[in-house]
């Protein structure tokens, strides 16, 4: 069966520290990978999505995501965080056939 | 576009009330979705729908029931709710499935409780 796991439950830094999040998925076919944030009592909204091409994709807000096939793996990355990016943080990943699979989610929290 | 919207944002039931959530989306979209976010287990899919008429079971669809009669709309059923039925529940919409990269849109929630 297909699975995303995020490998941090809760991630603590301090503004302006680099941001890492770790998602590897388990789906041997073509794959669309995603991200989404959820800010405090807000809805799911994407971040950035992979479908072909270039395996480094930007997002908004400052956010990329690196797909690297051989390591089933799609991390999230932020040069420099700042407080408005606490929130929590869902990998998802979407097959060829079926729905959406979400992972379990990153909390993350920015120190002022 | 009002996106994807969801009523009411929050309700508290008792164990064997039925009720039924509401969801709609303004943007012509085919695929509709319902999940269940609980607390360190990300969103579960419900029920999910790829066009009027058509609705599928996700992966934690006992003790739901849902009907897709329009586009637009795509409700959510609780017949007999239970504790375990306590959580914050989505609707989202996407113009295609995720395998066509379609990134989906979500309303803003439903909190239920049950009691």
């Known amino acids: 069966a297909q699975s995303v796991s995020q490998h941090n439950h809760h991630v603590i830094l301090s503004e302006a520290a680099s941001l890492e999040l770790g998602c590897n998925y388990s789906?041997?076919?073509?794959?669309?990978l995603f991200w989404y944030v959820q800010y405090p009592g807000q809805h799911l909204q994407l971040l950035l999505k992979y479908f072909s091409g270039d395996p480094l994709v930007k997002g908004i807000k400052g956010f990329e995501a690196e797909f690297i096939k051989s390591k089933f793996s799609f991390n999230l990355r932020k040069p420099s965080v700042q407080w408005s990016d606490t929130a929590e943080y869902f990998c998802a990943v979407g097959g060829s056939q079926g729905n959406l699979i979400f992972g379990k989610g990153t909390k993350l929290s920015v120190k002022p | 576009n009002a996106g994807v919207t969801q009523t009411p944002k929050f309700r508290i039931l008792k164990i064997g009330q039925s009720m039924t959530l509401q969801c709609t989306q303004d943007?012509?979209?085919?695929?509709m979705y319902w999940y269940r976010q609980d607390p360190g287990m990300g969103l579960k899919l419900i029920y999910y729908?790829?066009?009027?008429?058509?609705?599928d079971k996700g992966e934690v669809p006992n003790g739901y029931n849902v009907s897709r009669s329009t586009t637009e709309d795509f409700p959510l059923r609780l017949e007999l709710a239970a504790p375990s039925q306590t959580s914050v529940y989505f609707c989202?919409?996407?113009?295609?499935?995720?395998?066509?990269?379609?990134?989906?849109?979500f309303g803003d929630g439903t909190r239920l409780s049950i009691l």
């Open positions: 943007m012509n979209h085919n695929y």
């Open positions: 989202a919409s996407s113009y295609g499935a995720p395998g066509s990269n379609q990134p989906q849109h």
């Open positions: 729908s790829v066009g009027a008429g058509i609705t």
């Open positions: 789906y041997g076919g073509t794959v669309n």
